[in-house]
């Protein structure tokens, strides 16, 4: 049972993370197949791709996080109290991967000696709206993390 750590923007309420869809929001950045090719497209600008049926696959992206220590974020993500962060402004937040809501599921993408990635992604196939609305479901079971 990982904890998963990502860098988001608070909510307007100021105790949750802010659901949406751009960078450092607890959503997903979607390109859209139907406009532009996935191969004429910076593909980091884009957390999964969609076609005309606007669905979403497991396997198919989703979520940045890190599991298990927030080491394994880019230094402009880390928090400035986590060796070597930079970041001053987005605030981290933690979540249980118990927590997550059946429709999606943590996947560990990658792992080295020094760095560890995943996603938070659907369980199966779904509308892209269904999926934003999964996510931002999970809000009230991520805390800010103030230390490791």
Known sequence: MPILYRA????DDGLHPKPGAESCHLGVR???????SAEDEDESKY???????RLVHALGGGLSVVPDDPIHLPPWRRPTWVNGG??????????VDEMLPSTVAYRETFESREYRHGLI??????L???FQESLAS???AWEEATEI
């Open 138 to 140: 999970t809000a009230t």
């Open 8 to 11: 988001m923007w608070k909510a």
């Open 47 to 53: 957390d999964v791709w969609v076609g005309e049926d």
């Open 86 to 95: 930079t970041n001053k402004k987005i605030p981290l937040w933690k979540i």
């Open 128 to 130: 892209i709206d269904q």
């Open 30 to 36: 979607v390109g859209d197949l139907a406009v532009v």
């Open 121 to 126: 992604e659907p369980s199966e196939s779904v």
